[in-house]
């Protein structure tokens, strides 16, 4: 029992592996809990198109001297705005409009680019490094988790309705169109904060990944909200563990933790 205790332990005697694992945490439950909306919606491709449409902000933010986060934080936003008019045109269905704002973001990133003859390696912002996290990057998170789970908290009834039934909710009264800004914003918010700790790759799969396990187990909003943010956080440690005893990359091994839990989740379901 003692043996099992220690090996627990060891890992999280070391103040990177505590950080690491607090952004997990952070990261993991705060996406989880987007991640069941746009589980629903059918936007998983969201996560990927924000992340990689932040190309342009942390081009000019370079090139203007400005901190790269809040350059890739400003594109978010315009992104979320620009993803959320289009889809607000009938004409044009949600996955159609993130699929092209996504594509044109992310060309007009690269134009800059070779345009100034800039060509610095931004990959730390694509890919991440959760061991590396600092103090001032777990304050943004927990800023950021407190905005954005306190925001679905507050107007869960409003976009849980218009989620699943944007007519009803027309006709009573309430705007798809306006809940549809408002999650769009904080996925901007969660994914930009995200990859500038963990990367692309570790916020996209955690804001689909672990909904999609959860959603599995449970059809109930809230329950699978904490269904989402357990496996979440499990994934994390796992990953974590993987990475300290196995020599792995952490992100890497998160992300295939939780993907072993939609199919643990997939035999419990059948």
Do not use: Q
Not at 20 to 35: D, F, Q, R
Not at 59 to 74: E, F, H, P, Q, T
Not at 76 to 92: D, F, N, Q
Not at 151 to 170: F, G, M, N, Q, R
Request: aromatic share 6%; with cysteine; charged share 10%.
């Amino acid at each position: 029992m003692s043996a099992l205790l220690d090996v627990l332990v060891e890992p999280f005697r070391w103040g990177f592996m505590e950080s690491g694992l607090l952004a997990a945490v952070l990261v993991g439950v705060t996406c989880a809990c987007l991640g069941v909306y746009v589980v629903l919606r059918r936007m998983a491709f969201i996560g990927d198109a924000l992340a990689h449409t932040t190309l342009p902000g942390l081009v000019v933010a370079y090139l203007a001297g400005w901190r790269l986060d809040v350059g890739a934080l400003a594109a978010g936003v315009v992104t979320a705005g620009a993803i959320g008019w289009l889809a607000g045109k009938r004409a044009i269905r949600e996955d159609t409009a993130i699929g092209i704002v996504f594509t044109a973001a992310f060309a007009l990133g690269i134009l800059i680019m070779s345009r100034a003859h800039a060509y610095r390696d931004l990959s730390h912002m694509l890919f991440g490094d959760i061991l590396a996290v600092t103090r001032s990057d777990l304050a943004l998170m927990v800023v950021v988790a407190a905005v954005v789970l306190g925001t679905l908290a507050l107007l869960h009834k409003e976009i849980e309705l218009t989620s699943l039934d944007p007519a009803y909710a027309a006709s009573i009264g309430l705007s798809p169109s306006r809940m549809r800004y408002v999650l769009l914003l904080l996925l901007a918010l969660t994914v930009v904060v995200g990859i500038h700790a963990v990367g692309v790759v570790l916020t996209s799969a955690l804001l689909v990944t672990p909904a999609a396990a959860a959603g599995m187990l449970t059809d109930r909003i809230p329950r699978m909200m904490l269904v989402a943010a357990a496996i979440a956080t499990a994934s994390g440690a796992v990953g974590l563990y993987a990475s300290y005893y196995a020599d792995v990359a952490s992100g890497p091994a998160i992300v295939l933790a939780a993907t072993a839990a939609v199919a643990l989740a997939a035999a419990v379901r059948r």
